[in-house]
Structure formats: structure tokens, C-alpha cells
């Protein structure tokens, strides 16, 4: 399984990474107020689970790791009940809801639906969902859970 994993990987790098996705949507603040703000979308084929959005207004930016799943089902239906919502809007198939909520704050997105779906679209060509999977480097991920630092086994009478 290993070695399959690793053709996988190389042959994902090898077929290039797709572009970013540059766009200006908008963060509504109130019903009659709506800010621009930069969003670019970023896959790493390695790492097909999620969607890494930068958004960027003025000098301050916050980078967002949100499921690709998730992102694409929710341009189509509502999805998404914790830090990450998404959800057609009610009069216009082509925008969608986004809500990212933390400890300290929200924020609510408005999102262009045909160029966001094109390419994540783009993105299940390159990593069909099915093989996801595939990419994910279970082997380094144990290595790394279980070196200095990681999961340790309890020893007799340190349950810890």
C-alpha cells in the first residue's frame, strides 16, 4: 500500500498544481453594507480533504482550511453546522452564503457561484473524490504521531 501511495503522490506532482483562485467577493457587515475583500481558494493535490481561502482586506489577512466537500455541496445546499457554513442564497442560484465563525469572531461571505464551482471542479479532476484517500500519506502521518513528542504508549503504573 505504501508504494502505491507514493506512485499516487508523485504522479499528482508531476501533473502540476492547479492555479489559485483569485476573487473579489464580498463580506456583508449589515443588511445595506458590504466590504470587498480578496478571496483566493488554493488545492494541494497532496492534501485533497480541503480548500485553504486567504482572505485579505487592506494590510490584515486570515487563512481558512475549509473541506472541499463541504465547500462544494454547500454552493448547491446548505451545509455545514460548526466553524464552517455554506449555503445557496434564496434568489440568485448563482451566489452563495459562507459563514466562518471562531471563539472571537464571524464573518459572513458572499460568494460567486459559477467560477468558485468551475474550479472546484477542476479540483476533483485532478483528485476524484473516491481517491482521496489515495494521496494521503497514512505512513508518514503515523511516523510523525508516534515520534519524540508524540502518542506514547502507558508504562505500568504511569497511566500517562
Known amino acids: 500500500m505504501h508504494g502505491e501511495q507514493s506512485d499516487r503522490r508523485a ?5 502540476g498544481a492547479l492555479p489559485a483562485l483569485s476573487l473579489v467577493i ?3 457587515l449589515d443588511e445595506d453594507l458590504r466590504v470587498p475583500v480578496h478571496a483566493e481558494f488554493r488545492f494541494d493535490a497532496g492534501m485533497p480533504l480541503i480548500v485553504s481561502a486567504t482572505f485579505t482586506h487592506g494590510w ?3 487563512t481558512w482550511n475549509i473541506g472541499r466537500e463541504l465547500l462544494h455541496r454547500g454552493l448547491f445546499e446548505d451545509v455545514g453546522d460548526g466553524d464552517v457554513q455554506v449555503w445557496p442564497t434564496q434568489f440568485d442560484e448563482d451566489r452563495a452564503w459562507l459563514i466562518l465563525d471562531s471563539e472571537r469572531r464571524s464573518a459572513v461571505f458572499e460568494l460567486p ?5 468551475h474550479w472546484l471542479h477542476s479540483t476533483y479532476r485532478l483528485v476524484p473524490a473516491e481517491a482521496e484517500a489515495d494521496t494521503l500519506d497514512w505512513d ?4 510523525n504521531l508516534l515520534a519524540d ?5 502507558p508504562t505500568e503504573g504511569n497511566p500517562s
Open 60 to 62: 490584515s489577512s486570515v
Open 11 to 15: 504522479r499528482l506532482a508531476q501533473a
Open 140 to 143: 508518514g502521518f503515523l511516523e
Open 149 to 153: 513528542g508524540g502518542l506514547r504508549r
Open 113 to 117: 457561484v459559477p467560477p468558485l464551482a
Open 26 to 28: 464580498e463580506r456583508v
